[in-house]
């Protein structure tokens, strides 16, 4: 089966528009599922929800 899925590494900073780092992945009970923590270069901070 077909994966073209852009991966999840490749989200964009919504100040400055340059590609997210992942810094942490932390467990979020209530999704039951991991919640990735990104950070920009230029100090933004994203949660992936
Ligand atoms: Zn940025």
Request: hydrophobic fraction near 25%; charged fraction near 35%.
């Amino acid at each position: 089966m077909p994966t073209d899925d852009p991966p999840k590494s490749q989200l964009r900073c919504p100040k400055c528009n340059r590609p997210l780092r992942v810094i942490e992945k932390v467990w979020d009970p209530k999704k039951k599922a991991h919640t990735c923590i990104y950070k920009c270069a230029c100090g933004e901070v994203v949660w992936d929800d």
